[in-house]
């Protein structure tokens, strides 16, 4: 069985649940951790890391290259 790797963190659960769906897309399985954070003060947010998306060992080079791109595409 694969494990799950972290492959992005974000600021709050929005973005998160954007990059989430837009990876789902793709035909990835998507996990949506730490959520909870977002609903803390902003200092201890900050320290905690953000909200974090995974993906399973596997499709995690996958994932990573199209956060890339989603990012570049966001940025542009």
């Known amino acids: 069985m694969d ?3 972290t492959i ?3 600021p709050n659960l929005t973005d998160a649940y954007l990059f989430k769906g837009r990876l789902e897309e793709e035909g990835l399985e998507v996990f949506v ?3 909870t954070i977002s609903f803390t003060p902003v200092i ?3 320290d905690a890391g953000g909200v974090r998306i995974s993906v399973k060992s596997g499709d ?3 994932a990573a290259k199209l956060i890339d ?3 570049a595409n ?3």
């Open 3 to 5: 494990r799950l790797v």
């Open 8 to 10: 992005a963190t974000f």
């Open 33 to 35: 951790t730490d959520a």
């Open 44 to 46: 201890a947010r900050n």
């Open 60 to 62: 995690a080079e996958r």
């Open 69 to 71: 791109l989603i990012r």
């Open 74 to 76: 966001v940025d542009s």
